[in-house]
């Protein structure tokens, strides 16, 4: 599954580098249609995820809705700033930016946590060394599970943004 995932994402990025940008919209607004995109997607996820682990249910359903908000979020992108919109989302979300995203919101948010929405005082951007990013370059390198440091992935996410500004 991993790897089907990277041959998709690298596919589409390759395309979308190689084809002619949209000419209706500027950078700057290709730019600020992904960076609103990965704004409330990652609100979205924080709100929801927090919904779902609150009311003690399984988050298997959570993950196809989530995937399934992606998908819409992506056709959109695509439909109004071209597929290089589509791919920059993408592609800031596979090397866990959007996951920074979702802990700026906590932080933002800040609400009552009583150990089920994670705030300012409880989060696990607080922890040294994360192994649920499986899915970011990264942890595609890695055995499924294990541990990787959050320096490691943030500074990920930093080159995930260049090069999706870079694509845009």
Not at 36 to 46: C, K, N, P, V
Not at 130 to 148: D, E, F, K, V, Y
Request: hydrophobic share 45%; glycine share 10%.
């Amino acid at each position: 599954m991993k790897f089907i995932s990277l041959v998709i994402l690298i596919l589409m990025m390759s395309y979308a580098s190689s084809h002619a940008q949209d000419t209706t919209t500027t950078k700057l607004e290709r730019a600020a249609y992904v960076v609103g995109a990965g704004l409330t997607f990652s609100l979205l996820d924080y709100v929801g995820y927090s919904l779902v682990r609150n009311g003690n249910r399984g988050p298997g359903w959570y993950r196809v809705l989530e995937g399934t908000v992606q998908a819409g979020i992506s056709y959109f992108l695509y439909k109004e700033c071209g597929l290089s919109s589509a791919v920059s989302f993408n592609l800031i979300w596979w090397t866990w930016g959007l996951d920074l995203g979702w802990y700026g919101w906590s932080n933002l948010i800040n609400p009552a946590s009583n150990g089920r929405w994670e705030n300012r005082t409880w989060s696990g951007l607080h922890l040294r060394e994360i192994n649920w990013a499986g899915w970011t370059p990264i942890g595609l390198l890695r055995p499924q599970g294990s541990n990787i440091a959050r320096d490691a992935l943030i500074w990920q996410s930093v080159v995930g943004l260049a090069i999706s500004i870079a694509i845009l």
